[in-house]
């Protein structure tokens, strides 16, 4: 008899404990989808500095601020190498955009990973699962490893539709007496029957600098889609934060501090898009979609700043995941397509003069340390 008490003791307490946790599992899930304040009057913002009456003329000037500093950078690059002042193969061209590289750079390490880590691991959000394991860290890496891969699946791509235009090119051309290319890297030379050879052949050869052309022609394009999407993306959480904002004592900094950064990421971006050498429409398309993402941005977030509760549970988990696929996305845009591919080209380690290096690496350390700084004000 007693044996059977401890069995039905023995299941009661493990059925009790079976319950509790999933109790706990439940009241976890319903605490991170709630929308309820959880910060009450210790608000991040000062009490004493909200005051939505001085932040609305402050965003408008925001919105005005941003919006010129990115149609200004994403447009010098593009204007310049139409004009020649600053032309995509220029030394002058490559310092800019290693400052611009360091700016992008510093901007995924010092300013949307700690933020997002910092909304991930807020004391609202319950214990389990946010502060048993760095989500910031493994969602940055995850998304660069899918941006390694969309930058994979994007290059190969457009390599086949290439390679499928060069056929079809290659077929017009065939009955005339134009050379008539087998692949990308190959040529075939067609060399016409002689009295001293009448059983001349067409011979194949290799074409290996068009082949290169085209490649690199390829990566542009796709490295040129691919910053857009990341700068985007990135660009709408930090105007939805400035236009939730209710405190001109952190809209003030961010004014500045988010003008600089629009304007050297456009310029990143244009000389990416220069470098694509996409058509008129497609590049006046990607340059107005960078410039406008922002100050929309900052607009919605006024628009929701009414009923918008950007301190629940639910928004911090929103935020600080966006942050960390942004922070993903830019450090990896930043190490691969810019500052690896510009700095470990063979025209800078072989061709370019010493200056030139020496001056690109003070850019590039300039651009991430001047960005990092800006994290004392924003």
């Not at 660069?144 to 699946?153: C, E, G, I, M, P």
């Amino acid at each position: 008899m007693s044996i059977f008490f401890y069995e039905d003791f023995y299941t009661f307490l493990v059925d009790k404990k079976m319950d509790q946790r999933f109790q706990n599992f439940t009241s976890a899930v319903m605490l991170a989808v709630s929308n309820t304040p959880c910060r009450g009057a210790e608000s991040m913002e000062a009490s004493n500095c909200l005051d939505e009456g001085q932040a609305l003329p402050l965003k408008m000037i925001a919105i005005v601020s941003i919006l010129f500093a990115g149609i200004l950078g994403v447009g010098f690059p593009l204007i310049g190498n139409k004009r020649k002042f600053l032309a995509i193969d220029s030394d002058i061209f490559l310092i800019f955009k290693s400052f611009a590289a360091g700016v992008i750079l510093a901007t995924g390490f010092v300013h949307m990973l700690p933020d997002g880590e910092q909304a991930l691991m807020d004391p609202c959000l319950p214990k389990f699962p946010w502060s048993n394991f760095p989500f910031s860290g493994f969602i940055a890496m995850m998304a660069s490893l899918v941006t390694l891969l969309a930058d994979y699946l994007g290059t190969l791509f457009y390599t086949e539709k290439h390679k499928k235009e060069q056929k079809m090119k290659r077929a017009v051309d065939s009955g005339n007496d134009r050379p008539v290319a087998a692949d990308d890297d190959m040529i075939i030379v067609t060399v016409r029957p002689t009295d001293e050879d009448p059983n001349s052949v067409p011979v194949l050869e290799q074409n290996p600098g068009d082949h290169a052309c085209h490649s690199s022609h390829i990566r542009n394009v796709v490295v040129s889609q691919i910053m857009e999407f990341g700068i985007v993306s990135h660009s709408v959480i930090i105007g939805l934060s400035l236009g939730l904002s209710h405190s001109p004592c952190t809209i003030r900094p961010l004014i500045a501090a988010l003008s600089f950064h629009q304007f050297f990421e456009g310029f990143a971006l244009g000389g990416c898009i220069s470098q694509a050498q996409l058509s008129n429409l497609a590049t006046s398309l990607m340059a107005t979609f960078f410039s406008v993402t922002t100050p929309i941005g900052i607009g919605l977030g006024i628009v929701l700043s009414s009923f918008y509760n950007a301190d629940s549970p639910r928004s911090l988990i929103v935020e600080g995941i966006f942050d960390c696929i942004s922070a993903g996305i830019l450090i990896y845009m930043a190490l691969v397509d810019l500052i690896a591919t510009d700095f470990l080209s063979r025209n800078m380690s072989s061709n370019s003069s010493a200056s030139l290096k020496l001056f690109s690496f003070i850019a590039l350390f300039l651009g991430a340390g001047s960005m990092s700084l800006l994290a004392l004000w924003a």
